[in-house]
């Protein structure tokens, strides 16, 4: 069955580490999208990228960064420079529009 | 600010009941999706709603689309605790490339 596959589901990290998010799709979307989601807000905008090798910073990228080689795959590091990086993680890809959602990854700093 | 907005934020109502989410844009809608999300889990897609005045319905779940007032609203029918989760409204704009989504309203269903 196609699908996002987002590992792990729940993940720790140290204060000063880099983590990263897996995402990766079999669904032949072009389209591929990270989503922040905090408790009370609306999904927002990490990064996407569009087509293979290129990618766009969304609302709040500072102290997060992806890499697009592959088109199956987007993964999210998120640096030390993310300041307050607990929170939970969607990806998602897209064609046509319709957007199919991973099942996510909780981050929490410890 | 965010171009979506939802209400009510929460939502608690008896099994059986009626009830309705509102979602309002602050821009021209070209369309509008729904989604629900149990807590910690990814988006499940609902509808989509592409045209003023369209309608869908699944099961118990209606949902309306009113371009001229920019909103879409769900209501459930009848609800049962299996419709407890977020209910998210999301929608593409022109100069965005990727979908904005409002806050969620949470539904909780007593038995």
């Known amino acids: 069955d196609g699908g996002i596959t987002q590992s792990p589901k729940y993940l720790f990290r140290k204060e000063g580490q880099n983590v990263t998010l897996s995402c990766e799709q079999n669904l032949n979307h072009d389209a591929m999208y990270w989503y922040r989601q905090d408790p009370g807000q609306g999904l927002r905008l990490i990064y996407y990228?569009?087509?293979?090798?290129?990618?766009q910073k969304g609302d709040i990228a500072e102290g997060y960064s992806v890499s697009r080689e592959k088109k199956e795959s987007f993964p999210l590091t998120v640096t030390s420079a993310q300041k307050n990086p607990t929170a939970f993680y969607l990806c998602?890809?897209?064609?046509?529009?319709?957007?199919?959602f991973g099942s996510g990854t909780r981050l929490t700093v410890v | 600010s965010q171009e979506l907005e939802q209400s009510p934020q929460s939502l608690i109502v008896q099994e059986g009941k009626n009830l309705t989410i509102n979602c309002t844009s602050s821009k021209t809608l070209y369309g509008l999706y729904w989604y629900k999300q149990k807590y910690g889990e990814g988006l499940i897609f609902l509808m989509m709603l592409q045209k003023g005045g369209e309608e869908k319905s699944h099961e118990k779940i209606t949902a309306k689309l009113d371009e001229k007032k920019q909103q879409s609203s769900l209501h459930i029918t009848a609800s049962q605790p299996s419709h407890a989760g977020i209910y998210l409204c999301?929608?593409?704009?022109?100069?965005?490339?990727?979908?904005?989504f409002g806050a969620g309203t949470r539904l909780t269903v007593k038995p």
């Open positions: 998602a890809s897209s064609v046509m529009g319709g957007y199919t």
């Open positions: 999301g929608a593409p704009y022109f100069n965005n490339n990727d979908m904005r």
């Open positions: 990228s569009q087509i293979v090798n290129d990618f």
